[in-house]
């Protein structure tokens, strides 16, 4: 990784989470179990990619970063609950993640259900003191994230992953499970930082476009990694997409041509900026070429 990349997401990174723990109940607060499972999971480090994609979406279109971040921690409460509750044995059972045993393996199955759920709430807690915008109103916002994470998107492709665990699916059945799965919060955290900043309506839509493409793309290097890399490395369990049948791209489409597709992909997001200025776009397609050469 160069080391310009290394200061930026070093430098934003120290930002994005000093905000979470000033809007996170302290670890004392009563029920404290609970506040520290939440606390345990999502200070577990982390890559904070849905924050760090808000606010760079939110610069590009000329907004102050003090305005996108409490919007950027509510879209990491909203990833993390997603990955407490997709780690508990009724959905895909795992062990490790972030580095650290999941949230059942610490805390129990009961507290790890209700660490999601409060996190899940706490995200719209923080979002609706949120400051709107003139094109923008409060309602805009909060759609934007509940939608990314209802059960048309997030949840309608965690449901059809579990459906179709086993089964023989199509291209384009993988594609619904990874624009729900990924892709749909991914490009919500580009476009709630792009509302936060009042951005016209020409660079929401190129936003659009940049994070559904960086979003599947996004996926396929994840799908590629969990081959390629350790269970050290990854920071969660590896190989594991292979032994439980998993519904990936290398296992649909084939290893070499799913490192093509993410790069296919993030060419056509990286296209989809067109709509800004050089020095706009700069961080955004820094972003984009980092998540492609990730290692982790
Ligand atoms: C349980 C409602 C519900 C949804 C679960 C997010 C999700 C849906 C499942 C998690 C497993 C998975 C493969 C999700 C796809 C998105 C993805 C690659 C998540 C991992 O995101 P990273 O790499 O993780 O940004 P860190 O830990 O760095 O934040």
Same mark, same amino acid.
């Given at each position: 990784?160069?080391?310009?990349?290394? *200061? !930026?997401?070093?430098?934003? +990174?120290?930002?994005? #989470?000093?905000?979470?723990?000033?809007?996170?109940?302290?670890?004392?607060?009563?029920?404290?179990?609970?506040?520290?499972?939440?606390?345990?999971?999502?200070?577990?480090?982390?890559?904070?990619?849905?924050?760090?994609?808000?606010?760079?979406?939110?610069?590009?279109?000329?907004?102050?970063?003090?305005? *996108?971040?409490? /919007?950027?921690? *509510?879209?990491?409460?909203?990833?993390? !609950?997603?990955?407490?509750?997709?780690?508990?044995?009724?959905?895909?059972? $795992? $062990?490790?993640?972030?580095?650290?045993?999941?949230?059942?393996?610490?805390?129990?199955?009961?507290?790890?259900?209700?660490?999601?759920?409060?996190?899940?709430?706490?995200?719209?807690?923080?979002?609706?003191?949120? &400051?709107?915008?003139?094109? !923008?109103?409060?309602?805009?916002?909060?759609?934007?994230?509940?939608?990314?994470?209802?059960?048309?998107?997030?949840?309608?492709?965690?449901?059809? $992953?579990?459906?179709?665990?086993?089964?023989?699916?199509?291209?384009?059945?993988?594609?619904?499970?990874?624009?729900?799965?990924?892709?749909?919060?991914?490009?919500?955290?580009? &476009?709630?930082?792009?509302?936060?900043? #009042?951005?016209?309506?020409? =660079?929401?839509?190129?936003?659009? /476009?940049?994070?559904?493409?960086?979003?599947?793309?996004?996926?396929?290097?994840?799908? +590629?990694?969990?081959?390629?890399?350790?269970?050290?490395?990854?920071? =969660?369990?590896?190989?594991?997409?292979?032994?439980?049948?998993?519904?990936? !791209?290398?296992?649909?489409?084939?290893?070499?041509?799913? =490192?093509?597709?993410?790069?296919?992909?993030?060419?056509?997001?990286?296209?989809?900026?067109?709509?800004?200025?050089? =020095?706009?776009?700069?961080?955004?397609?820094?972003?984009?070429?980092?998540?492609?050469?990730?290692?982790?």
């Amino acid at each position: 990784m160069d080391s310009k990349i290394t *200061a !930026y997401l070093t430098q934003k +990174i120290r930002v994005i #989470n000093k905000t979470l723990e000033a809007l996170l109940p302290k670890a004392s607060t009563k029920p404290p179990t609970l506040h520290r499972a939440m606390r345990y999971s999502l200070f577990a480090g982390g890559k904070r990619i849905r924050p760090l994609l808000c606010l760079a979406a939110c610069e590009a279109c000329g907004g102050k970063e003090s305005e *996108a971040l409490p /919007t950027a921690a *509510a879209l990491e409460c909203i990833h993390t !609950y997603s990955l407490i509750h997709d780690d508990l044995p009724c959905m895909d059972d $795992d $062990d490790f993640r972030r580095g650290r045993p999941t949230a059942h393996k610490a805390f129990g199955e009961g507290i790890a259900v209700l660490a999601g759920d409060a996190l899940l709430t706490l995200a719209f807690e923080i979002l609706a003191q949120v &400051r709107p915008t003139r094109r !923008y109103p409060l309602s805009a916002l909060l759609f934007e994230l509940a939608h990314a994470a209802g059960s048309h998107k997030l949840i309608a492709g965690q449901v059809a $992953d579990l459906e179709g665990e086993g089964q023989k699916l199509s291209r384009s059945e993988l594609r619904f499970i990874h624009r729900g799965k990924t892709a749909a919060l991914i490009t919500a955290s580009l &476009r709630s930082g792009a509302m936060v900043a #009042n951005a016209s309506p020409a =660079k929401l839509k190129a936003l659009t /476009t940049f994070g559904e493409n960086l979003g599947l793309a996004f996926q396929i290097v994840d799908d +590629i990694l969990d081959i390629t890399q350790t269970r050290e490395q990854l920071g =969660k369990s590896a190989g594991k997409d292979l032994d439980a049948q998993k519904l990936t !791209y290398p296992a649909v489409i084939g290893f070499e041509a799913s =490192k093509h597709e993410a790069a296919r992909l993030t060419r056509a997001a990286l296209k989809a900026l067109a709509a800004f200025k050089q =020095k706009e776009k700069t961080t955004l397609e820094m972003l984009a070429r980092f998540l492609l050469c990730r290692q982790s």
